[in-house]
């Protein structure tokens, strides 16, 4: 069982950075998968970026490659992501997911996570 609760969304400008949070509640933190998800206005909630539970291996979706970073910390029970260089398209509702371990690299199916955060609003201004 898992409690996630997302920060550090905001405003930037283009081009500008952010670094969002994902706070967990719970005893097994570090044997769940953990992913982030976006879900802009009108569009359907799409994979952005996913780490292992020993944060060995790392997903991310095209578009954010190069520009995103996913990383977790066990001893804190908290996930990150990383976002530079961002892009009006970048806005979004961004959420944090966790599930458990089994087929590990399956990272972006959506329906995969049991557990999910209630969203930050990233807004990125052109």
């Known amino acids: 069982q898992v409690q996630l609760v997302e920060s550090g969304g905001g405003s930037v400008q283009a081009g500008g950075s952010l670094r969002l949070s994902c706070a967990a509640s719970?005893?097994?933190?570090?044997?769940?998968?953990m992913g982030w998800f976006r879900q802009a206005p009108g569009k359907e909630r799409e994979f952005v970026a996913g780490?292992?539970?020993?944060?060995?291996?790392?997903s991310y979706t095209d578009p954010v490659k190069g520009r995103f970073t996913i990383s977790r910390d066990n001893a804190k029970n908290t996930v990150y992501l990383q976002m530079n260089s961002l892009k009006s398209e970048d806005t979004a509702v961004y959420y944090c997911?966790?599930?458990?371990?089994?087929?590990?690299?399956?990272?972006?199916?959506?329906?995969?996570?049991?557990?999910w955060g209630q969203g930050t609003q990233v807004t990125v201004s052109s």
């Open positions: 997911a966790a599930r458990g371990s089994r087929d590990y690299y399956i990272m972006r199916t959506e329906n995969r996570y049991e557990y």
């Open positions: 719970g005893r097994t933190f570090s044997s769940y998968v």
């Open positions: 780490i292992s539970a020993s944060g060995s291996t790392t």
